[in-house]
């Protein structure tokens, strides 16, 4: 900056306030200024001018994983308002591990972020306090923190979205409705199956144990719990799925399973030798049963028929989740709040289905 200023002919606080666009240097100094910027390729040091404020201009967001288009919409709209802010932002994704969660969180402490944005992987978060103490902001997205953290929380409505969705299926005449969820030690996926029985109680249909299916969302574990559900002696109707990966999931299992089945009869049944292998199946090729997906996901409207979801809005939990930060960050320190954001259906044909029956 000395170089800029005697290659203008300038003070040294007339660069200063050409850089930073104050207001007082007349407008042929500035651009005498400008072009000796442009001559010596200066660069403004904007780390060392945020260290001089206390701040480092940068931020840790830990999500579940960056590959999961939930958590990439989530991340773009954090990134998006980090920017207006002069920001940036440091992303780590935990895998559902609460031990890798907190070495991120830690490990984005100890790089003296200026604030965090957590969706957490575990329910465990005193080890923030000590960092919180010391002056770092933290909003918790999608899921809460542990019993005892007092700080900015953004959900969205899990067990009234899941309400919502079984509910709709009852409408149309189903009464075996299955549900079919992530692990139930997460805090979305126990919120949505929550939803499921408020919503099978407010019908006055009784909860069936044999028709819920909760785990991780492979391939395997999710077809082998759909050839079970199919092969009940009395199956679902229709299906509710708990996440995006779930749904999408599901349609790939419920294909592999019809590829195990034989001709149909007049009636749209299986047509199979008694005691022949595989799972009893009484749905034709297409889609047959019925399905509400929580969460949308690409290319949903373009499978016949066309999934109905329930949409929850990921860029709003991001962009919500990081306003609050960044209003902590400028000062402002209201009580912590908890933000609900609402979640609404879209039919497209897939929930809309009537019951199949046995011939």
Do not use: W
């Not at 407008?27 to 001559?39: G, M, P």
């Not at 201009?57 to 207006?84: K, Q």
């Not at 830690?106 to 002056?135: K, M, Q, T, W």
């Not at 009234?160 to 709709?168: E, I, K, Q, T, Y």
């Amino acid at each position: 900056m000395n170089d800029v200023a005697t290659t203008a002919g300038v003070a040294l606080k007339t660069v200063s306030r050409v850089v930073n666009d104050e207001p007082g240097v007349n407008a042929a100094t500035a651009e005498r200024v400008r072009q000796a910027i442009d001559l010596l390729g200066y660069r403004r040091n904007d780390g060392a001018r945020v260290l001089r404020r206390g701040r480092t201009a940068s931020i840790g967001l830990i999500i579940e994983d960056v590959a999961d288009p939930f958590y990439s919409g989530l991340s773009r709209a954090v990134e998006d308002v980090a920017l207006r802010n002069d920001c940036l932002v440091f992303t780590g994704s935990s895998g559902e591990d609460p031990q890798r969660e907190r070495k991120l969180v830690l490990a984005f402490c100890a790089r003296r972020v200026d604030g965090l944005v957590i969706v957490p992987a575990g329910s465990d978060h005193g080890y923030l306090a000590p960092e919180l103490s010391a002056g770092i902001h933290a909003v918790f997205a999608d899921r809460p923190a542990g019993a005892g953290l007092d700080v900015d929380t953004v959900l969205c409505d899990n067990a009234g979205g899941a309400r919502s969705g079984v509910a709709h299926l009852i409408a149309h005449g189903h009464r075996r409705i299955a549900f079919l969820g992530d692990s139930a030690a997460i805090f979305t996926a126990a919120e949505r199956f929550r939803g499921y029985r408020q919503a099978l109680e407010a019908a006055g249909l009784p909860y069936d144990e044999s028709l819920v299916a909760m785990g991780t969302p492979e391939q395997a574990r999710v077809q082998a719990d759909l050839g079970r559900l199919i092969a009940l002696d009395d199956p679902p109707t229709a299906l509710f799925t708990g996440n995006g990966r779930t749904t999408v999931t599901t349609l790939r299992a419920l294909e592999a399973l019809r590829a195990t089945t034989g001709p149909l009869d007049d009636h749209g049944a299986t047509v199979r030798p008694l005691g022949a292998p595989g799972p009893r199946s009484l749905y034709p090729a297409g889609l047959d049963l019925a399905i509400v997906g929580f969460d949308d996901f690409e290319l949903a409207d373009m499978l016949t028929p066309a999934i109905t979801v329930i949409a929850q809005d990921a860029a709003g939990l991001g962009r919500t989740s990081a306003e609050l930060l960044f209003r902590r960050l400028s000062g402002d320190d209201p009580p912590a709040q908890r933000v609900q954001l609402p979640t609404h259906l879209i039919p497209r044909g897939s929930g809309e289905l009537p019951p199949r029956s046995c011939p």
